[in-house]
């Protein structure tokens, strides 16, 4: 799993904001059953860490510009090889959303 800051760096490279425009919050969770095989040791539940992300922006166009780049999977692959060659890509398991407050 990646480290916080460094994640924080992926996303602002990949977002094209700076890092102090981010917010994450963490979640440790038990993820999928590894079975065991003839090589590995009895079956157990790896951990899997989530990270929401939150970008602040109170310029319109950079926050359209946030969107626009949160969808582009090239973006977030160039910033992880730049920030933490060898971490495998995250999954997105929610589309952003754009809010005002």
Do not use: F
């Not at 480290?3 to 963490?26: C, F, G, H």
């Not at 626009?68 to 999977?73: D, W």
């Amino acid at each position: 799993s990646i480290a916080a800051d460094v994640m924080k760096n992926v996303v602002a490279a990949a977002s094209q904001v700076e890092p102090s425009a981010i917010t994450l919050s963490s979640i440790r969770r038990l993820g999928t059953v590894q079975w065991p095989t003839a090589s590995s040791p009895p079956g157990r539940r790896l951990a899997v860490l989530e990270y929401k992300v939150t970008i602040t922006s109170d310029i319109l166009a950079t926050a359209q510009s946030v969107m626009l780049n949160s969808q582009n999977e090239t973006r977030l692959q160039v910033a992880i090889s730049e920030h933490a060659p060898g971490a495998p890509l995250p999954v997105v398991t929610q589309a952003p959303q754009c809010g005002a407050s």
